[in-house]
């Protein structure tokens, strides 16, 4: 699918990979933009004319239906909905002062609020033409670590779900992918790992993936990941494990 002349919601548009995103598909695509964050959207609207923003805390259901349902009513058709929005809380459960409310926020930001804006979405992604729901995931989501265990769910379970949605959707217009991603270099990884991605690099590697209709998108070393996976998983559980 060539990525032109589309209408494309993506969440997190205002920062790292989805700002990258944003970057590589503005000049040719109407981009509707989904974050939390009124300053950084303001920022993105001016530096980039005609881009649609709203505000939202996606780790709140009502406002992700809030917002899913405004889109809903403005644009009766959206060819691709990129889920990038995501936070990681890295303290563990035994850890002093582990913030018990990150529990349910980080849940329904990372996977929560992704089923109800495709649920929301979803008569405004059937038509005609193609459409694609793409879902930005991580290693992670395949081996977890020991610390950001609930993100590590999360990305799980949206590996799942996503994979369970597909052959919902079938014998629809509507593709949904994945895309897993190494360490990247962003605010989330701010003064973790080495060797990390840039988040050019990897918004381009996504772009492709995307227009070559990649259902699964294994990007750098998630390749390796996968590999590992199928030929020792035990191992790699054990490379992930401290990671
Ligand atoms: N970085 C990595 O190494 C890495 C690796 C694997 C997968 N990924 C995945 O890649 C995606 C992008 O990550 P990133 O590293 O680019 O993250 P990032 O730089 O921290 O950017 C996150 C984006 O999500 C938005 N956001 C955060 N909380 C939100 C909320 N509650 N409601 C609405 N929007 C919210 C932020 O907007 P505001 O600025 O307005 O808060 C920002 O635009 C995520 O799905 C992540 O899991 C990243």
Same mark, same amino acid.
């Given at each position: ?19 990258? !995103? ?8 109407? &981009? ?6 009124? @300053? ?21 259901? /009502?406002?992700? *239906?809030?917002?899913?349902? /405004? ?8 060819? !691709? ?19 018990? *409310?990150?529990?349910?926020?980080? !849940? ?6 992704? #089923? #109800? +804006? !495709? ?22 989501? &395949?081996?977890?670590?020991? /610390?950001?265990?609930?993100? #590590? ?11 369970? +949605? ?14 897993? +991603? ?28 995307? *227009? ?17 996976? @199928?030929?020792?998983?035990? &191992?790699?559980?054990?490379? +992930?494990?401290?990671?």
């Amino acid at each position: 699918m060539k990525i032109s002349g589309k209408q494309i919601v993506i969440t997190g548009g205002t920062s790292g990979i989805g700002l990258e !995103i944003v970057k590589q598909l503005y000049s040719n695509n109407t &981009l509707i933009v989904i974050s939390k964050n009124n @300053r950084s959207l303001d920022a993105l609207a001016e530096k980039f004319d005609g881009i649609v923003t709203y505000q939202a805390n996606l780790s709140f259901l /009502s406002e992700a *239906e809030a917002v899913a349902n /405004s889109i809903a009513g403005r644009f009766d058709s959206i060819d !691709i909905l990129i889920n990038n929005a995501a936070s990681q809380y890295t303290p563990m459960f035994l850890d002093d002062g582990f913030f018990y *409310e990150s529990i349910s926020k980080e !849940i329904t930001l990372n996977f929560t609020s992704i #089923c #109800c +804006l !495709i649920y929301l979405l979803l008569p405004s992604l059937i038509h005609r033409s193609p459409a694609v729901i793409l879902n930005i995931n991580s290693g992670l989501g &395949l081996v977890p670590k020991t /610390s950001s265990a609930i993100y #590590c769910g999360t990305k799980g379970a949206l590996n799942l779900f996503s994979q369970s +949605l597909r052959y919902q959707l079938e014998d629809t217009n509507v593709g949904v992918q994945q895309a897993f +991603l190494p360490l990247v270099d962003t605010a989330m990884t701010k003064g973790r790992g080495k060797n990390k991605l840039t988040a050019t690099a990897a918004a381009s590697k996504i772009i492709r993936g995307m *227009e070559q209709g990649v259902a699964e998108n294994d990007i750098g070393k998630v390749k390796l990941l996968r590999a590992l996976l @199928r030929m020792s998983p035990s &191992l790699a559980r054990r490379i +992930l494990k401290n990671s």
